[in-house]
């Protein structure tokens, strides 16, 4: 029997609107140009850029996961912090995730770095630190479901 993850999933169903109309754009984009197979060549350009740019932005964010599933917990907080200073510093990538990293979650990079830290430092029993992002995703999200906790 495996071991229950702790772990919180939200799509956004709004966020597959600008998807498919991307797909679309690159696939029109591609026809105009006068390209044989433009919708299997836009539906691959899509793809690529889509990994690529997961790959590529949110740094961080990935390192901060690879570190959780290490269960390196103090390396995946300092990671998940990071992703934080860096989608608060670039809040416009943050914000219009659905278009720049193909992103259908619901929560924003900032607010799922939070939640992944406060996790992180409550499974080191590191109260202090958990107190002070917890308030932190409070006042910056008060409606997700860690801020009630």
Not at 1 to 30: D, E, R, V
Not at 94 to 112: I, N, P
Not at 122 to 148: A, C, D, I, T
């Given at each position: 029997?495996?071991?229950?993850?702790?772990?919180?999933?939200?799509?956004?169903?709004?966020?597959?609107?600008?998807?498919?109309?991307?797909?679309?754009?690159?696939?029109?984009?591609?026809?105009?140009?006068?390209?044989?197979?433009?919708?299997?060549?836009?539906l691959?350009?899509?793809?690529?850029?889509?990994?690529?740019?997961?790959?590529?932005?949110p740094?961080?964010?990935?390192?901060?996961?690879?570190y959780?599933?290490?269960?390196?917990?103090?390396g995946a907080?300092?990671?998940?912090?990071?992703?934080?200073?860096f989608?608060s510093?670039?809040?416009?990538?943050?914000?219009?995730?659905?278009?720049?990293?193909?992103?259908?979650?619901?929560?924003?990079?900032?607010?799922?770095?939070?939640?992944n830290?406060?996790y992180?430092?409550?499974?080191?029993?590191?109260?202090?630190?958990?107190?002070?992002?917890?308030?932190?995703?409070?006042?910056?999200?008060?409606?997700?479901?860690?801020?009630?906790?």
């Open positions: 029997m495996g071991k229950k993850k702790n772990t919180i999933h939200k799509i956004s169903y709004a966020a597959i609107i600008p998807q498919i109309a991307l797909l679309f754009l690159f696939a029109l984009i591609l026809q105009q140009l006068g390209i044989n197979n433009s919708w299997l060549l836009g691959s350009l899509y793809l690529l850029l889509s990994g690529y740019m997961k790959i590529l932005v740094k961080s964010h990935r390192k901060g996961l690879f959780l599933r290490k269960r390196e917990l103090e907080a300092f990671a998940f912090q990071k992703s934080y200073v989608f510093k670039y809040s416009w990538i943050d914000k219009y995730r659905a278009f720049v990293l193909f992103s259908l979650s619901e929560y924003s990079y900032k607010e799922m770095a939070l939640m830290i406060i992180c430092y409550e499974q080191l029993g590191n109260k202090s630190k958990v107190n002070e992002f917890h308030n932190r995703l409070k006042k910056e999200y008060p409606e997700n479901p860690y801020s009630k906790k």
